[in-house]
């Protein structure tokens, strides 16, 4: 009880948790699947704007592409770290990824079918995945806090790269233009869908909430994200594909149509476009590199016992 | 002085095409490091590919009988002038001139139009045998009369020098690691080996270059590498089968490529060929 | 009158693109006689496309505003016409009709540069589910409002006559054939019957020819395609998981493919797109 | 001794040997190699042209490809049909191919590397091939001799189809011109070598000649191949790559340079640039086709048990 209140001086004073800290089961628990599903989605990440990589247009592009990917991986790494401070190790969480039992966002089970899909991530879905992010820069466990910080920037960063190579395309080609106004029409909804069911339909919110976990609802960063990103469209040239958007006076905010949440929910469910795709991808990956781990093992092993030997 | 512009493009091909192969790991390696490791490696090659394709393209827009050499390739030009994705995007197979062994698949011997699950042993083993000749050439090439292509040296040598150790540590862990690992190891070795033999018969272009004191004479590298290479495949308990070679030498580096080249160009080159005038 | 040539073109790409696929097992079959019957199918294939493709370009030739619509089509035209060549190699993925079952590559459900390798059962199911839907289609076709639609109909159904029971048959021996070979054909069956749930879901070139009498109303097939499929797949001891259909339809149709599709054209145009100008 | 006699008399008077016939166990055995190897011959050359089946660069060129090497696997298919008849199955003959033992035209172990080299094998690897097995047509063997009558027919038509493809290429852009001759390059010397070496040091020769299995000898089939195909690269307008090609108007035929004998040995050892992608793409073919023989196989075997239950 006294840890408990402790835990909870420290919740309420905005300080941060560490890891070897006390904090109640629920607390590690939401954590540990939080950022787990974080870190999966960086690693499943990696498949829709690697789809591209081979296809590059220019050898800048190409380099651009290599080095993001290569960042989301690295965003993989310290969130699985992070992760293992509160006790579960990196294959544990794989092994949830690979039956199913963990999720990652469900925005990469939509293809990427042409190149200004990439521009169209790193604008749109890095945009929003920012919005999500950039309060857990002050969530209460301290390693998990100061990962986003390194990941916000990093993504901000590639955010920045993702429109700027839309905007060489939209001064391009008649065929350019068209791939960045298809890649939106296919994105735009799906972004939005990422910030999560309406408040009133989330109920994990308000334990969230609480805990600092989470500190802004999902309505409320839908709306900035909206209306942050509407603006840039129109710099762009880019229509969005939504014939209710336009600014409320009023509110002070954008209006905006209807969400299509039984899609959103079957692709959460597993019935999406790649979902099996995306996930046997990485199943595959992780089963055909078993050789190389365990040869990894063996060697090391061999080499303990050659040093063992020699120290005799 | 200037490097022979084919010199330069042998050397940016050779970069290209082994970075272009490397990255088809990326979201699929065997271990999340792995991925970044490669991803890092083919950053690094690509980096190295467009420097000595600027540097090329350079001398070719400043000449007029290579400009008129290259006035076929239309595609991603600036003002009419060619630039490194000129080079990159709208050469054919013949006209590149890296070595076989950078566009072999991640797998064992098959033809061109085969399928295979890629094979780890097979890049490592490739990565291993490459690195160990540029860490060699590119310091050679620190002092390159060409003062542009000695910068370019620098840079890559300080590259290369971390992809040597990371794929001969690999090729250890294999060659000393499992039945598997030792098998799949000494499997890689015996097939790209042969093709490692075209290092020490250089084409016109590098027999120009050491001449004229820009290039490196490759076959003065050929006691260090197998130095390099026997030490390593020692360490890993791996067999060298390669010696004395007999039968075909890969011609690569002057044109003359494995079936699996076009593949690649294919789908390397197929969304900036689409477009040919866009800027991206 | 004359069928809408984005109908045609529907049907094309649907020829072209399995039958590109097909193509991809000659030299690699698991018997030899079945590299011959693969070889005869994609034949047989292309064959129609190209019937299909020349229709299309006839009338897109013949009609001012048509011609304006593909006037971004450059490639591949004889004395500025369009062929069938230019609509087969010069349209860019989202310009192509096909269902995205057409063009998975012969393996289990991957991210588009995935590589593994390839699965007959794959081959043998995706070709019975098709067949099973184009014997239904052109005989219905026969009887097309577009003349010349009808006569290749009559052509083709003799061919998928052939194509359907070949597949079926092979579907029949692995289902009931060895516990591998069942659990292949289930899995294969399982990944891409869900596809053909866009079957149904007719696009607006489709609805439009169904509506004037050259196309077919492709959702009065259902029942007929349900019975042959069921029949088959009783005969082979497999098992149907795709009712009811939940999730995502494929929209290969209406020009949202998969990202198998860009692959398989940029190997395909690679070398026309090269020389967008030359005769073959 | 009757038995030989009688062979002897049919080989004498240019009749025809039946699979019924009694033989001798060395000319069976000839046969069979050279029946088999032939055969292998057209299943490994399905490989260099099958490369470019997914990338012809037209609709009509590709149907014309497909049947092309759709034909070759036939070819394969009726002369593994008239080897069996001498007694050896098809997958005996699969085996010495897998494993090294049988051999196949050396020729297949060279790159398929632009479009005109599936004319250029057309046009030259077929027509030699034709040269070399025009004579086999009357082969004392019967179901060779007619096996071969018809492959001929065929190989002609794939010929003829070669060279019209490469006439519209020379009437084409200069890098089509470019691409024929560069194949032409890499596979005149290469065709030359396919009639064997020359006839001083070709031992097999004098017993097939006898036997009526081999008819006219490497040099004069060589040297007829190349009379009649330095008019035709001439109306192509190619350059053969031998400048010590040119008419000899005593002899009535062209003169030609040195063939390097050293890298026909080294292909036809083993060393060339393709013997082991060649033939570790027909084994790995082989082998992964396994289950699919083997479904057939257990299919049958079930479908034969439940007929002989009804029949019970």
Redesign the interface.
């Known amino acids: 009880a006294a840890l408990q209140a402790h835990f909870d001086a420290v919740i309420d004073a905005d300080g941060k948790v560490e890891p070897r800290d006390w904090m109640p089961e629920a607390y590690r628990k939401t954590l540990v699947r939080q950022i787990s599903q974080h870190a999966h989605s960086e690693i499943v990440g990696m498949l829709p704007e690697g789809n591209w990589i081979s296809r590059a247009p220019s050898l800048k592009r190409k380099a651009i592409l290599i080095a993001k990917v290569q960042d989301e991986g690295g965003h993989g790494l310290y969130l699985y770290s992070a992760a293992e401070t509160l006790g579960t190790s990196r294959d544990q969480m794989l092994d949830a990824l690979h039956t199913g039992k963990a999720k990652y966002s469900s925005i990469f089970n939509y293809p990427t079918l042409n190149w200004a899909d990439v521009g169209v991530i790193g604008w749109l879905v890095d945009g929003a995945a920012i919005m999500n992010q950039i309060p857990l820069c002050r969530c209460s466990y301290g390693p998990y806090a100061r990962a986003m910080i390194r990941v916000c920037k990093e993504e901000s960063f590639h955010q920045r790269q993702g429109y700027e190579a839309l905007l060489v395309m939209m001064q391009g080609t008649a065929e350019q233009k068209a791939m960045v106004q298809d890649a939106v029409n296919r994105y735009w909804w799906k972004c939005l869908a990422m910030f999560g069911p309406p408040d009133a339909d989330s109920p994990n919110s308000v334990q969230g909430m609480r805990w600092g976990i989470k500190r802004i609802s999902n309505d409320d960063l839908r709306q900035k994200f909206i209306d942050a990103t509407v603006p840039q469209a129109e710099v762009l040239g880019v229509t969005l594909p939504d014939p209710d958007l336009k600014w409320n006076e009023e509110r002070g905010h954008y209006d905006y149509g209807a969400i299509d949440w039984d899609e959103f929910w079957a692709t959460v469910n597993g019935n999406g476009p790649m979902n099996k795709e995306r996930l046997a991808t990485r199943v595959k990956a992780h089963e055909q590199g078993a050789w190389v781990r365990e040869a990894a093992l063996a060697h090391a092993a061999k080499q303990q016992q050659r040093q063992q030997k020699e120290a005799a | 002085m200037k490097a022979p512009v084919d010199y330069l493009l042998h050397l940016a091909d050779n970069a290209?095409v082994l970075g272009?192969r490397n990255?088809?790991w990326?979201?699929?390696?065997?271990?999340?490091?792995?991925?970044?490791a490669l991803?890092?490696n083919?950053?690094d090659l690509?980096?190295q590919?467009?420097l000595l394709?600027q540097h090329a393209a350079e001398q070719i827009n400043g000449d007029g009988a290579l400009a008129q050499r290259f006035a076929?390739l239309q595609g991603?030009r600036q003002e009419g002038r060619i630039t490194?994705?000129t080079l990159?995007?709208f050469r054919?197979?013949?006209e590149f001139r890296n070595h076989t062994v950078m566009e072999l698949p991640h797998h064992?011997?098959?033809?061109?139009?085969?399928?295979?699950?890629?094979d780890?042993a097979v890049t490592i083993a490739r990565n291993f045998l490459v690195s160990a000749l540029m860490v060699l050439v590119w310091d050679r090439l620190q002092t390159s009369k060409d003062a542009q292509l000695a910068g370019i040296a620098a840079k890559s040598l300080k590259e290369v020098r971390y992809h040597l150790p990371h794929a001969s540590d690999w090729l250890?862990?294999?060659g000393?690691?499992?039945e598997?690992?030792h098998r799949?190891a000494q499997a890689a070795v015996d097939?790209l080996l042969p093709f490692c033999e075209a290092f020490w018969q250089p084409g016109p272009a590098e027999r120009a270059a050491a001449q004229d004191g820009s290039g490196v004479d490759i076959t003065t590298l050929r006691e260090p590498w197998n130095a390099l290479v026997d030490e390593t495949l020692s360490e890993a308990t791996l067999t060298r089968h390669d010696q004395p070679h007999?039968?075909?030498v890969?011609q690569g580096h002057v044109g003359?490529?494995?079936?699996h080249l076009?593949?690649l160009?294919?789908?390397?080159?197929?969304?900036?060929?689409?477009?040919p005038?866009?800027?991206?």
Chains 1, 4 share one sequence.
């Open positions: 290209l272009q990255a088809e990326c979201g699929h390696g065997p271990i999340l490091e792995e991925d970044l991803a890092n083919s950053l690509i980096g590919a467009r394709y076929h991603a490194e994705d990159a995007y054919d197979t013949a064992g011997p098959l033809v061109g139009y085969a399928v295979s699950e890629r780890y250890v862990r294999f000393d690691g499992t598997e690992s799949r097939h007999e039968g075909y890969a003359v490529h494995s079936e076009g593949f160009l294919a789908e390397m080159q197929s969304l900036a060929r689409a477009h005038t866009a800027v991206w």
